[in-house]
């Protein structure tokens, strides 16, 4: 049975930095591909960042560039977004997602992941 578990999410002032967690179990966690994505009140689900299996690339929504960084510890079979300088409009749930074999171009597409965690919500006060 393949479980994806996010944390780390909660209530932050905007500015501040959260870190979330995805752990990921009952797949090869080193040979997927691994995203994040995040849906905000009354809104579509979104692309954040990807990360490559192994490492190798990571790719990050316009919106967060230089803000958010995706990084896997593949030992842990986790994944991490550190979340900087955040503000209001990042608040949404934060989902995880897993992918195989995701060609580069097909990363922000939310139907080209395997499987997905249940969310964990973050808001940021203003």
């Known amino acids: 049975q393949v479980q994806l578990v996010e944390s780390g999410g909660g209530l932050v002032q905007a500015g501040g930095s959260l870190r979330l967690s995805c752990a990921a179990s009952?797949?090869?966690?080193?040979?997927?591909?691994m995203g994040w994505f995040r849906q905000g009140p009354g809104k579509e689900r979104e692309f954040v960042g990807a990360?490559?299996?192994?490492?190798?690339?990571?790719l990050y929504a316009d919106s967060v560039k230089g803000r958010f960084t995706i990084s896997r510890d593949d030992a842990k079979s986790t994944v991490y977004l550190q979340m900087n300088s955040l503000k209001p409009e990042d608040t949404a749930v934060y989902y995880c997602?897993?992918?195989?074999?995701?060609?580069?171009?097909?990363?922000?597409?939310?139907?080209?992941?395997?499987?997905w965690g249940q969310g964990t919500q973050v808001t940021v006060n203003s």
């Open positions: 009952g797949i090869t966690f080193s040979s997927y591909t």
């Open positions: 997602a897993a992918g195989l074999l995701v060609v580069q171009r097909a990363l922000v597409r939310p139907n080209s992941y395997n499987y």
């Open positions: 990360i490559t299996w192994g490492g190798e690339s990571t």
